[in-house]
């Protein structure tokens, strides 16, 4: 069974940093895309991150690029957003979603239950 | 203000079709990459329901089914029931802006 379990969301003040985990089962990590999407308590789902299966390409939204970075380690089987300098525009619901193919482009056919950040002072 | 573009709810009465649309542009939809549905019922994580423009998940009922044309895709569901009820979202790929893209949601009501 595939299970995806994010972790690390919380309160953070604004300027501050968070790191998400997503532990992953039930499949072969290493051949599969993975990404970050987000959900704004009552808003539609924003695209945050992506990285393929072999880390190769990774693509940011434009409102995260230069902030969030996105990575994965295969030993752990594990996929990170480190989130620098957050807003109050980043509070949200994260989600952690597998990929169908290895890479980004394709649809996300698992996701994880999600991990709030809320950015506030 | 979303790339892809859908409606911002539909409604339709139990057994009914509805259809909802999801317009892009020729640097997505249009440029030929693949379209994706996903449900969202309240309070759960969405759930893939049609990927590659018309293709179902296994466990996906053929009441819902995908298409697309040119720049836009549509989902269609037939025989509308109440646990239809939800929010959904198409998904692309933009080769100019090098980003997935979600559409902006629509909010079924099943009256």
């Known amino acids: 069974e595939v299970q995806l379990v994010e972790s690390g969301g919380g309160l953070v003040q604004p300027g501050r940093s968070l790191r998400l985990s997503c532990a992953v089962s039930g499949f072969t990590f290493d051949d599969y895309a993975m990404h970050w999407v987000r959900q704004p308590p009552g808003k539609g789902l924003e695209w945050v991150s992506g990285i393929s299966w072999n880390s190769a390409t990774i693509g940011y939204a434009a409102s995260v690029k230069g902030r969030f970075t996105i990575s994965r380690d295969s030993a752990k089987k594990t996929l990170y957003l480190q989130m620098n300098s957050l807003r109050a525009e ?7 979603t597998k990929g169908s193919g290895g890479y980004t482009h394709v649809d996300s056919d698992y996701w ?3 991990t709030l950040v809320t ?3 | 203000q979303s790339v892809l573009t859908q409606p911002p709810s539909v409604s339709g009465a139990p057994g009914q079709r509805v259809t909802i649309s999801c317009t892009g542009s020729s640097s997505n939809i249009g440029a030929g990459y693949d379209v994706h549905w996903y449900q969202q019922l309240p309070g759960t994580a969405p759930k893939l329901l049609i990927y590659n423009n018309n293709y179902r998940p296994s466990g996906v009922p053929d009441r819902f089914s995908g298409s697309k044309s040119g720049t836009s895709s549509s989902l269609a569901i037939t025989g509308l029931q109440a646990e239809d009820e939800a929010d959904y979202y198409c998904q692309s790929y933009d080769s100019s802006l090098r980003v997935v893209l979600f559409g902006g949601g629509t909010k ?3 009256l």
């Not at chain 1, 980043?90 to 989600?95: E, Q, S, V």
């Open chain 1, 119 to 121: 950015v506030s002072s």
């Open chain 1, 90 to 96: 980043d509070t949200a619901l994260y989600y952690c």
């Open chain 2, 108 to 110: 079924l009501t099943v």
């Open chain 1, 112 to 114: 994880g239950q999600g």
